[in-house]
């Protein structure tokens, strides 16, 4: 059950690729972890639940909850365990309905599978933001067909940034 | 709106294009890998036989030009970021290089010249076709990255190949050509391999295998001792084949850098990946570089006269084209297929509901057993040519006719997808059973 209270901006993260393919997935978790803001959760997807990676978490002041949506798929959410301060939570307002998605490092077509299911999620004037390693041109045509609204730049040397939101109905 | 020199995106091709070429090319490999057992007696003699240029056309034109023209036309919009510029133009053409590669084969088969010579005329309307699309495509691009330049190398040697290729054609019927004949042959070969293929398989790689490897891209060093050693050695190796001798090793020297730079990128990415597992498409790769040893030092040994006649010209062909670039495009059409197969079939439900991943939609038996088959054919048809047995031949190209079946079912399993793609796909079975220790 998801508690009322956690953040409405989330980051999500996916290591079900990564475990498949036999890697240890705690870095990766720890690198997003690290990467949070004060106003933002952290949403795993696990294919089993990560029972000690929430007493690991638990140590930092992280509080979560998880939800069973098949016996081989979990979605894990983190946050921190008390409220923000003002200047935080001014801070955060502006990524409230922004979800960042990082598909960097994985084979295609994962990171286009990736982004489709979190679009399908994606709630009326939400926005994804994905973190991509290539302008991802098979992509695009999906999108389309969605009618969704997309925009591409590239921040820095190897991080192609798409941003997709709902066009008007 | 879109703005110049800037990707289109949105647009995107059909996959059916992509995969027409790619299924045209795997049954031109799979008639020419039949036709090594027929031609048995053929091989055990001299190349220069009518039969034989058949035979090294469907090889060249029908399997490597037609898979490397599909591929491109997936691989464009993935290494360049460009869209296709002319869908319609691809489908067109490749209806026109079908018609010509069996109308050159054909005449070649029968020694009918002035039949060749009207075929390779389609054949290059064909090729133009592609350039122009592909120039097209390219419009106002200004990032000419390591695999950007390769590409635009492959397309001029593409043009340059073809047309020196219809010169000779021509110059059978009438003949205009200067100089010794066998020597024009060849450097009209090495233009197609050095020229052509090899660009293009440098230039793709650099962006695809990292993908698949989950590894870095080419070092600097890498990417400067090929681009450099293809750009100065394939000219070089061309111009002393026509009649500047000086030339000839200096550009076998270059084009042996380039490749061993080349197989050290590959190396050194496969043993630092991040993908723990090879797939057999990955495996296939791996082992095609390897062949880049022997094919470097047959070249090298053969431009300093160290090694001469028709065993070796022809064990070098078998070696290059053969284990190099064959078994690189069945590693790459392995990867590529199930891709395309998936886009058509199931990204329009990705998201949506379950849908397969690419590992489900092949058949690592088909694959396994093409690769035993297929390396250990090459392998053995080197060798055997190189010796001249016509028994030993057919036996190898026996093993490599069996080894292209196993491959053609693998890419016929994964296609049956396109159809079976419109029921619904059942969920994906448990990955892991436990977490891991944190």
Redesign the interface.
């Known amino acids: 059950m998801m508690p009322s209270e956690i953040p409405a901006a989330r980051v999500y993260l996916d290591v079900c690729e990564v475990i498949q393919r036999g890697e240890e997935p705690f870095a990766r978790i720890m690198a997003a972890v690290n990467a949070l803001a004060a106003d933002q959760a952290l949403v795993l997807r696990v294919p089993f639940e990560p029972i000690p990676l929430y007493k690991v978490l638990g140590k930092r002041g992280f509080a979560h909850w998880a939800e069973c949506r098949a016996a081989d798929d979990w979605s894990v959410g983190f946050y921190r365990d008390r409220a923000p301060s003002r200047e935080e939570a001014a801070a955060g307002a502006l990524a409230r309905d922004r979800t960042v998605l990082d598909v960097r490092g994985l084979e295609p077509p994962q990171p286009m599978v990736r982004v489709l299911e979190e679009i399908d999620r994606l709630g009326p004037g939400a926005e994804l933001e994905v973190h991509h390693d290539r302008r991802p041109m098979f992509l695009y045509p999906q999108l389309d067909e969605r009618g969704l609204i997309h925009e591409t730049d590239e921040p820095e040397p190897g991080l192609v940034r798409i941003l997709v939101r709902r066009g008007a109905a | 709106m879109s703005r110049p020199g800037r ?1 289109r ?4 091709i059909s996959p059916l294009v992509p995969l027409g070429y790619l299924v045209c090319a795997a049954a031109a490999f799979l008639v020419a890998s039949v036709g090594i057992v027929w031609l048995g007696p053929e091989l055990a003699g001299h190349y220069y036989h009518p039969r034989l240029l058949a035979l090294t056309h469907t090889v060249t034109l029908g399997w490597v030009t037609l898979a490397i023209m599909g591929a491109s036309y997936q691989l464009i ?2 290494v360049l ?3 296709i510029w002319g869908e319609r133009l691809a489908r067109w053409q490749l209806a026109i290089l079908v018609v010509a590669v069996t109308g050159m084969v054909a005449h070649f088969h029968l020694g009918s010249w002035p039949g060749l010579t009207a075929a390779a005329g389609l054949l290059a309307v064909g090729i133009a076709l592609h350039l122009l699309n592909v120039g097209m495509s390219l419009r106002g691009f200004t990032r000419w990255t390591f695999t950007a330049r390769l590409v635009v190398l492959a397309y001029g040697g593409l043009a340059l190949t073809t047309v020196f290729g219809l010169a000779l054609a021509v110059s059978h019927v009438w003949p205009f050509l200067p100089g010794e004949f066998f020597p024009t042959l060849h450097a009209h070969v090495q233009l197609a391999l050095l020229g052509w293929v090899a660009p293009m398989i440098l230039a793709v790689t650099a962006r695809v295998y990292p ?2 490897f ?1 590894a870095p891209a080419p070092r600097p060093w890498h990417s400067f001792l090929q681009l450099w050693g293809l750009t100065a050695g394939a000219p070089a190796v061309v111009l002393g084949l026509l009649g500047v001798p000086g030339l000839l090793v200096a550009g076998a020297l270059a084009m042996a850098a380039a490749a061993g730079a080349h197989a050290a990128w590959i190396y050194e990415m496969a043993w630092g990946r ?4 090879l797939d057999w498409g990955l495996r296939f790769v791996l082992t095609a570089t390897a062949f880049l040893a022997p094919a470097a030092l047959l070249g090298v040994a053969m431009a300093t006269d160290r090694l001469v006649g028709p065993r070796v010209a022809l064990a070098y062909a078998v070696v290059t084209l053969g284990g190099w670039i064959s078994l690189t495009i069945v590693g790459m059409m392995l990867k590529i297929v199930p ?1 395309l197969v ?2 058509r079939a199931y ?2 439900r ?3 509901e379950p ?1 397969p ?2 590992a489900q939609l092949s058949w690592p038996p088909a694959e396994g057993l093409a690769y035993l088959l297929l390396t250990g054919g090459v392998v053995l048809l080197a060798t055997t040519a190189l010796v001249g047995e016509a028994d030993w031949i057919r036996a190898a190209g026996a093993v490599l006719a069996l080894g292209s079946l196993a491959f053609a079912a693998a890419l016929s399993r994964v296609l049956g997808h396109l159809y079976a793609g419109a029921q619904t796909w059942p ?12």
């Open positions: 990707p995106p949105g647009s995107g919009p993935i970021e460009r869209p993908m698949f989950l991040k993908r723990p597992g891709f998936w886009y990204s329009p990705a998201g949506r849908v991943t690419l969920r994906t079975p448990p990955i892991c059973s436990r977490w891991r220790d944190v």
